[in-house]
């Protein structure tokens, strides 16, 4: 069966500091891959998604980037921390066949300081 | 700007009772829809998925869909405490590869 994993699942990092996010899908090949933002008490934000290694779309113009090095393995970062990226970050995956659900990661909650 | 609304609640339901939970979206052909269930502090769970118009069971959820409305639905039977959590309705439109997200509606089952 397929398994994603996501991590860390706390971070607390200062202003303007640096940010790598890590994501891994697990028992399949060629999945979508989507990172997304929720806020507190708010929805989901689809930030990237990504249909195939080095391919990756930007739906919000922000100071963060995504990268997929790998079929299975989708990365989240940034250069320059803002207080406005704290959140609860999802990673989730698809099949790559149209009209899939997708499946959630366990999420990593920002805290920025 | 495709939209999906759902909502926000509360929505408090006695327990045993059915918890009816509504979603509209604005994107004629979308495809698929899906239910999410979420809890407090946690990822979102797939729990109903839904291609066609009419009716689809699992278990105490049914989810309804009618395209020419642009109107999905779902139902909890029976409802129990452990299902007091926040209900994401989700529509796959045509483009196939993104889903879009209603904000949400928070459910409450008292004992």
């Known amino acids: 069966s397929q398994t994603i994993h996501q991590w860390p699942a706390t971070l607390v990092q200062p202003v303007g500091s640096p940010l790598s996010l890590e994501c891994t899908v697990e028992g399949t090949s060629n999945p979508n891959l989507y990172w997304y933002r929720q806020a507190a008490g708010r929805g989901l934000q689809l930030l990237f998604y990504s249909v195939g290694i080095g391919q990756i779309s930007s739906e919000v113009p922000q100071n963060l980037s995504a990268s997929r090095p790998q079929d299975r393995q989708f990365i989240l970062s940034s250069k320059k921390l803002l207080l406005s990226d704290s959140g609860f970050y999802l990673c989730?995956?698809?099949?790559?066949?149209?009209?899939?659900?997708?499946?959630f990661g366990d999420g990593t909650r920002l805290s920025i300081l | 700007q495709k939209e999906v609304e759902q909502n926000s609640g509360p929505l408090s339901v006695p327990e045993g009772a059915i918890a009816s939970l509504n979603c509209t979206y604005s994107d004629r052909g979308s495809q698929s829809f899906f239910w999410y269930r979420q809890y407090s502090g946690k990822s979102p769970e797939l729990i109903m998925s839904i291609y066609s118009n009419g009716d689809k069971e699992d278990g105490r959820f049914t989810a309804q869909l009618n395209k020419a409305s642009q109107y999905v639905s779902l139902l909890i039977r029976d409802s129990q405490p452990s299902d007091s959590a926040t209900y994401l309705c989700a529509v796959n439109g045509a483009a196939g590869n993104k889903l879009t997200f209603g904000g949400g509606t928070r459910v409450l089952v008292k004992p």
């Open positions: 989730a995956w698809s099949d790559l066949a149209s009209n899939q659900p997708q499946h």
